[in-house]
């Protein structure tokens, strides 16, 4: 059974640690992405049905994106009250 050096040792174990590591990144990013768009179709569909003249800017795009559905919820709420939006 060959022994394999350690340099090329070394390369594939960053490879592993690499691989892993974009793996969880690509995974947290798949989740964001699914979250923003779900805001945002909660936030645009109550928006349409509701009439609440909410403009989208980048705070409005960047609040759905963090907080999701119950981001978009806190907009309408915050809307509702005349607090902002």
Same mark, same amino acid.
């Given at each position: 059974?060959?022994?394999?050096?350690?340099?090329? *040792?070394?390369?594939?174990?960053?490879?592993?640690?690499?691989?892993?590591?974009?793996?969880?990144?690509?995974?947290?990013?798949?989740?964001?992405?699914?979250?923003?768009?779900?805001?945002?179709?909660?936030?645009?569909?109550?928006?349409?049905?509701?009439?609440?003249?909410?403009?989208?800017?980048?705070?409005?795009? *960047?609040?759905?994106?963090?907080?999701?559905? &119950?981001?978009?919820?806190?907009?309408? *709420?915050?809307?509702? *009250?005349?607090?902002? &939006?």
């Amino acid at each position: 059974m060959p022994i394999i050096p350690t340099p090329e *040792l070394s390369v594939i174990v960053i490879a592993i640690i690499a691989a892993v590591v974009l793996y969880i990144l690509l995974k947290s990013v798949k989740k964001l992405i699914i979250n923003t768009v779900m805001g945002l179709v909660v936030l645009i569909g109550a928006n349409i049905v509701f009439g609440l003249g909410i403009a989208y800017s980048w705070i409005v795009f *960047l609040i759905c994106a963090i907080g999701g559905i &119950f981001g978009a919820l806190l907009i309408i *709420l915050l809307n509702y *009250l005349g607090i902002a &939006f």
